[in-house]
C-alpha cells in the first residue's frame, strides 16, 4: 500500500525558511509604516493614506503568495543570504505568511476606514493602524517575536486553523 503523501501546501512548508528573510522584511515594513505614522501626524494626510495604501498591497502579497514570493523575501534571497552564514535551523513559512494577512487585515482597515471617515487635521484612524502595524513589524525586525506568528499558533493550537490548509509562501 503506497505512503500517503502530504498534500502541496504541507510539502513546500516542510523545506523551511530562513528566519532572517521575515525579520528583515518587518525592518522596512516598520520603516515605511514610522514614516507614514509620522505622515499622518504632520497633517500630510494623501501622502499618509497613499503610503499606507502601498504598505496595504505589499502586505496582501505577502499573504496570498506568500512570504518566498513577496519581494522583501526575494531581496534577501538574491543579495542578503549569501552574504551572510547559513541560518542554524529553518521555520515554517506558514506563520509569517499568516502574520502578513493580519497586517493586511489590520492595514487595509486604516485605508477603508479613512477614506469613509475622514477626521479633521490629523487622520486618526489612518495613524492608528499604521501605528498598530509598526509595533508588529518593529517587534518582529527588532528582536525576532512576531504577533501574526504568535496568534496563528495559537489558532492552530486551538483547531480553529489547520497548517495542511493555509495558503503558504
Excluded: K
Excluded at 79 to 99: G, S, Y
Excluded at 125 to 142: D, E, K, Q, R, Y
Amino acid at each position: 500500500m503506497p505512503t500517503p503523501q502530504p498534500d502541496s501546501a504541507a510539502r513546500r512548508s516542510s523545506a523551511g525558511i530562513d528566519p532572517r528573510g521575515p525579520r528583515f522584511g518587518a525592518g522596512i515594513t516598520a520603516v515605511l509604516l514610522l514614516i507614514d505614522v509620522f505622515l499622518g501626524l504632520s497633517g500630510l494626510t494623501t501622502a499618509a493614506l497613499v503610503l499606507l495604501a502601498v504598505v496595504t498591497l505589499l502586505f496582501a502579497w505577502g499573504a496570498f503568495a506568500g512570504v518566498r514570493r513577496h519581494p522583501y523575501g526575494w531581496v534577501f534571497a538574491r543579495f542578503v543570504r549569501p552574504r551572510l552564514a547559513p541560518p542554524t535551523e529553518l521555520e515554517d513559512a506558514l506563520p509569517p505568511t499568516f502574520a502578513q494577512g493580519v497586517g493586511f487585515v489590520i492595514a487595509l482597515l486604516g485605508v477603508v476606514l479613512q477614506l469613509l471617515i475622514p477626521t479633521g487635521p490629523v487622520p486618526v484612524i489612518l495613524v492608528v493602524a499604521a501605528a498598530l502595524a509598526f509595533v508588529a513589524a518593529f517587534l518582529n525586525s527588532a528582536f525576532g517575536y512576531c504577533l501574526g506568528c504568535q496568534i496563528y499558533l495559537l489558532l492552530v493550537r486551538t483547531g480553529i486553523v489547520h497548517p495542511a490548509r493555509t495558503a503558504e509562501g
